[in-house]
């Protein structure tokens, strides 16, 4: 019996090196597949996990960086306060990759100041917002996020109107702006890898059911209604930079090509009217369309590369912070009196 040969990414490194522990999640909760598809996308990416950094709040969905990429770093905050830690370690170690991990009440309530501030200083970093409309892990109370209307298995519907975090990071000029599904896998992957490949805040909001508080179909964050009232902007491909675009099946309808920091191609096929992800008065305009007929619009949703970065506003050292030795960070003597005396009258 001939045995299967283990596929290695372009680092030679089996995806099993990218996985990690036995998810404690319910079966079939959305939250489960977009840690498959991280795993999938730091693998295709050929992402080093000793360079990657996930970091998280509290919640069903902070819980789940202990299911992917055992191998690196990692640290689970208080909620809502996986942005501050996730700041202070970014600027001590500008280099590795961030992979933020919160949920609906860890961003949408507790968390939203920091989430604002996060994007404000367009920090380096990947923040996935895992968003069932429910606090699943104190018996399923509605969520800041959840559309008026909409009802869960059990419970009167909801009155109050929803917190767009799209929308709110598009007013506040986030660079990369995502809304997909857990159900959608291929469309999850390629903005998934785009977002790693984007230079600053990149933002995926991802409609994940509730099998547990929300599976039913009068709720606007069940399985069955988001498959039918999905309202996708186009469909995406990504291509890697080491992958030459020739080699890459072209799409048949008109498509457009974004070309991201690390040399990737975002393509953008449009498949319904046309959208332009650099335009954030039509990004807004599309989801606020969806949003009368109680739909979700997924895609790339806003697009910018030509903001700096937080670190690069501060004007760190290309060098990160913990590399430096002592004589580097600490100045001599005259350069100390030189400053100290700068500041006098």
Not at 165 to 177: D, H, P, Q, T
Request: glycine share 8%; with cysteine; hydrophobic share 35%.
């Amino acid at each position: 019996m001939s045995l299967r040969p283990i596929q290695l990414n372009v680092i030679d490194l089996p995806k099993g090196d990218y996985t990690g522990g036995k998810s404690s999640l319910c079966p079939g909760c959305g939250h489960d597949q977009i840690s498959n598809i991280i795993i999938q996308a730091a693998w295709e990416n050929g992402i080093a996990p000793e360079t990657i950094a996930k970091m998280s709040g509290i919640g069903c969905s902070s819980k789940t960086p202990a299911y992917f990429l055992g191998k690196s770093h990692g640290f689970n905050t208080v909620h809502g306060r996986m942005p501050s830690v996730t700041t202070g370690a970014n600027m001590v170690n500008k280099d590795l990759t961030f992979i933020g991990v919160s949920g609906d009440g860890d961003t949408a309530s507790i968390g939203i100041g920091q989430f604002v501030h996060a994007i404000r200083r367009n920090l380096n970093m990947v923040y996935i917002v895992e968003n069932n409309g429910v606090y699943g892990l104190t018996k399923g109370q509605y969520s800041a996020t959840v559309e008026k209307g909409s009802k869960k298995k059990k419970g009167i519907t909801n009155e109050n109107p929803p917190i767009d975090l799209c929308k709110m990071a598009i007013n506040l000029g986030c660079g990369f702006v995502a809304r997909s599904f857990s159900g959608s896998k291929k469309q999850l992957t390629a903005l998934m890898r785009a977002a790693l490949s984007h230079k600053g805040m990149a933002v995926i909001d991802v409609i994940s059911p509730c099998v547990t508080f929300a599976n039913n179909d009068e709720s606007y964050r069940s399985y069955n209604y988001v498959k039918a009232n999905d309202d996708e902007l186009h469909s995406v491909d990504y291509i890697p930079h080491f992958t030459p675009v020739e080699e890459v099946e072209i799409p048949e309808g008109e498509f457009k090509d974004i070309k991201l920091f690390d040399g990737s191609t975002l393509r953008l096929e449009t498949i319904g009217d046309d959208h332009d992800p650099s335009d954030a008065v039509a990004a807004l305009a599309a989801i606020h369309e969806a949003e009368k007929e109680n739909r979700h619009v997924t895609g790339l949703l806003h697009y910018n590369s030509e903001m700096k970065t937080a670190d690069e506003a501060l004007d760190l050292t290309q060098k990160p912070l913990v590399d430096l030795a002592e004589n580097e960070m600490r100045p001599s003597k005259d350069v100390l009196e030189e400053i100290n005396n700068s500041f006098r009258v």
